[in-house]
Every structure is written in C-alpha cells, then in structure tokens.
C-alpha cells in the first residue's frame, strides 16, 4: 500500500485530466484478473469481485485527484509534476481500495456476494465524477456502500464516524458591483464600487449571525475581493467570490435567496448596479442510520483500531452525498495524523502529509464491513424503497 500510494503521490494528475491513474489503476485489476471497467463517467474506473457463494453486493469507493498546489514537502515521494499534489490523501484512498480488492479476490472462493470497487475521478472539483459515474452504472445492483476519509486531524488508530450529515453542502457564489470610477481627488462625482463591496463584505455576515436559526449550522465566507486600480483611481467595479456551507436544504436555499436581498437592498442604498451568481456544488453527506451502527460495530472488530468516536460535523464538502442518495451506506473518517507532529498540517496545505499506516487501518475497516455485511430481508425491502424514492 505505501509503494502504491507513494507512486500515485509523485505523479498527480488534476480533476478531470487523470487519465494515467485511471490506467493505472485499471491495469492494476487487469494484472489480477479481475473484471474491471474502465472510461465510467469520465476517467472513472469500477472493477467487480464475485464471491463463490450468493449474498448481498457491497461498494467501495476511493477517489483519485490530486490538487493545483505546488508541494512544499521534502520526501522522497514529493510530487514531481510542477504545481500539482496530493494534498487531501486521495493517493492513499487509492492505494488502500487497490490492496483490499487484491486479498479479496484472493478470497473469493470463500466469500459471500459481490463487491464493487468504485475508483472515482474529480472528487475535488464540482460537479465532481460521482454524478457522471452513477448515471454510467457504477451503482447497479449495489445493496450498500461504505467510504473513508484520511483524515490529518484525527489521530493514528481512531475512526470517527456520525450518523445524519457528517459534511456539508458546498455552494459557491460571485458577485459584481459595477459603480462608477472616477479620480481619487473627486469622490462626489464616483460611485465607488470598493466602499459599497466593503460595505456588502459586512452586510453578508449578518446572514447567519441574524437571519438563520442558532439551532441550524450554516457559513458565509467570502473569499475573493478583487478590484485593481492605480493608486489614485476610484474603483469602477469589484468582484466579491465566497462559499455558502449548510446541512439542511431549506437553509441553503434560503442563504441563497438571502444574499440577493442583501445584495439589492446594499446596491439600492449606493444607486449601482450588480451580477450575482450562485452556483450549486456538492448536496450534504448524510448518513443512514443503521449503515453507520453497522460500520461501528465492524470497526470494533479491528485491532489496529483503538478508539471510536462520534464525530462533530465537518463543513468541508464530498461528493459521496450524491452515493448515498441512491443507495444506503455511511461514509466514516480514519484517522492519519502524522508521527510526532503536534499541530498537523491541514488538507489542501502545500506541507499536507499522513501517517501511512493509517491505510491499514483504512483497508482493514472497509474489508471488515464488507465481509461481515449481510441484509436481512427487511433492509433488502427498505434498500428497494429507498433506490425507488
């Protein structure tokens, strides 16, 4: 698992444009002789392993892409492609899916059912592979789905995991104020676009601390504020990007709606004019109840692992919500905190890394819920009403 990882992490390949992991990947499965599908909605790459004997059909999923970050890390395995990395441990998620499918195909003889190793491209970059993936098949006859996150923060050993949402829906928004510049030594005859964005800056923040229920989570960042000038120039115009994050749908869509009114009443306010756009990213990761008792459960049954906790949702955003919308299962994080770091650098950072043993503990949870998944015939009858809704 470590040489895998460590070869996927010196060769990154962007969101969309992972065309020599997919093959990577696929010749992996191919070298074992197991069935394995490739170009699944995009660069996506699925392979099946049939047990001998009838059961139930259990995914997996790991992701593929790497980051536009130029890495900072000096190891051996440091990215050799100039401004890309790894940064978010998806060359571990792979390294970890590719091993466990390997000693299960090993077991096939002696095993139950059928497990779907889904290998989704763009996972960092919306709309993501998994839509395009489960519109080309990858969930066909999938009873249940479990997934992990590397996750930096955590310690070595420890799985967090939460039933409902667990991370949040993930929206993205501009705005641009068009005023009406002019010379910096003649304010009265401008409409400066940068006091009325700043003004905007601060109006968006009280969305949240005034507008929505303390009792529902929710953020408004901005993170973009740009509008380039000389020195002594009024601002023309200046465009604001932020990120909306939410669990609940009645919020994010009020957020949305939000915004506009607190665009227009601003810009009313300044006589300007604006464009607001609010794009859509990834639905919240919710978690089904009972899937996510039973990956608990599995996960006590692994020795490398010695604390399981609830986990505190996370507002960062996955595309594995689209997963759990057509089919049940739980996704969980495991803990890779690296050795003898204090205060671990966070995902998405240049100096990002993990505690490679951690894939381990990723491979040996995953296959414990896999091998010791069985559905009654009422979940099966719940799994068929849920894929109907």
Not at 87 to 107: F, I, P, W
Not at 133 to 152: A, E, P
Not at 303 to 327: C, N, R, T, W
Request: a negative charge; charged letters at 25%.
């Amino acid at each position: 698992m470590v040489e895998i990882r460590r070869y996927l992490h010196q060769h990154p390949e962007l969101s969309f444009k992972e065309v020599n992991t997919a093959k990577y990947i696929a010749n992996f499965y191919k070298d074992l002789g197991i069935e394995v599908r490739e170009n699944v909605g995009g660069n996506g790459v699925v392979a099946r392993i049939k047990g001998a004997k009838p059961g139930s059909t259990v995914a997996l999923r790991a992701d593929f892409d790497a980051l536009p970050i130029q890495e900072e890390n000096e190891v051996p395995y440091k990215s050799l492609v100039p401004g890309v990395m790894h940064a978010c441990g998806h060359d571990g998620h792979t390294a970890t899916l590719l091993v466990l499918a390997k000693v299960l195909n090993e077991l096939k003889d002696d095993l139950s059912g059928e497990y779907v190793m889904i290998h989704q491209h763009a996972e960092e970059y919306a709309p993501g592979g998994a839509i395009s993936m489960i519109k080309d098949g990858c969930l066909d006859g999938v009873d249940v789905i479990f997934g992990t996150h590397l996750w930096s923060p955590v310690p070595y050993g420890e799985i967090t995991y939460r039933k409902g949402p667990i991370m949040a829906a993930a929206d993205r928004f501009e705005i641009t104020i068009q005023g009406f510049g002019g010379h910096g030594a003649q304010p009265h005859k401008t409409k400066d676009a940068i006091v009325i964005a700043s003004q905007l800056v601060l109006n968006l923040q009280q969305i949240v601390s005034r507008r929505v229920n303390p009792i529902d989570s929710a953020v408004v960042s901005v993170g973009s504020f740009v509008s380039n000038n000389a020195f002594n120039v009024i601002a023309d115009s200046a465009k604001i990007i932020g990120t909306v994050r939410t669990f609940n749908e009645e919020v994010r869509d009020f957020i949305e709606k939000e915004i506009e009114k607190v665009i227009k009443g601003t810009c009313f306010a300044s006589d300007c004019t604006y464009e607001y756009l609010y794009d859509r990213g990834y639905p919240a990761v919710v978690n089904h109840d009972k899937e996510t008792d039973f990956l608990v459960a599995s996960a006590k049954l692994v020795k490398d692992i010695h604390s399981i906790q609830e986990a505190e949702p996370e507002m960062g955003g996955e595309d594995f919500a689209y997963y759990l919308q057509h089919v049940k299962g739980t996704f969980f994080f495991t803990g890779a905190k690296p050795e003898a770091t204090e205060t671990p650098y966070p995902h998405h950072h240049p100096r990002f890394d993990i505690n490679e043993k951690s894939l381990l503990v990723a491979a040996k949870t995953l296959g414990s819920a896999a091998l010791n998944y069985q559905q009654t015939e009422d979940s099966k009858e719940e799994s068929a009403e849920f894929a109907a809704k």
